[in-house]
Nanobody, 124 residues
Framework: QVQLVESGGGLVQPGGSLRLSCAAS????????IGWFRRSPGKGREGIAC????????FYRDSVKGRFSISRDNAKNRVYLQMDSLKPEDTATYYC?????????????????WGRGTQVTVSS
């Protein structure tokens, strides 16, 4: 099993940036497909970025494409989500999740392991 812990959330002004980190223990993270999901009040859980385990292909929801970037640091056993040009509608709790068998997708039910989330608030 793999345990996941998110960090890096906080309060940021519109147009600002944050980098979220997903740290893993218990297993090598490069064995897993990693997705970033978010949940905001009144909205369900939404997958926004995913990185595959095989060739590190990346995938993004249209709402964050061009602004967010997912990456791995296998030496540190971490996955990052760089978020730029943040908007108030990006306000949410952000979760990383791991899936042992690919491919990348937005179905939260396919992911086996979840962190507890980190809050991102975009407000002036």
């Amino acid at each position: 099993q793999v345990q996941l812990v998110e960090s890096g959330g906080g309060l940021v002004q519109p147009g600002g940036s944050l980098r979220l980190s997903c740290a893993a223990s218990g297993s090598r993270l490069d064995y897993y497909v990693i997705g970033w999901f978010r949940r905001s009040p009144g909205k369900g859980r939404e997958g926004i970025a995913c990185i595959s385990s095989s060739d590190e292909s990346t995938f993004y929801r249209d709402s964050v494409k061009g602004r967010f970037s997912i990456s791995r640091d296998n030496a540190k056993n971490r996955v990052y989500l760089q978020m730029d040009s943040l908007k108030p509608e990006d306000t949410a709790t952000y979760y990383c999740a791991a899936e042992r068998l690919g491919p990348c997708g937005w179905d939260a039910g396919e992911f086996d392991f979840w962190g507890r989330g980190t809050q991102v608030t975009v407000s002036s």
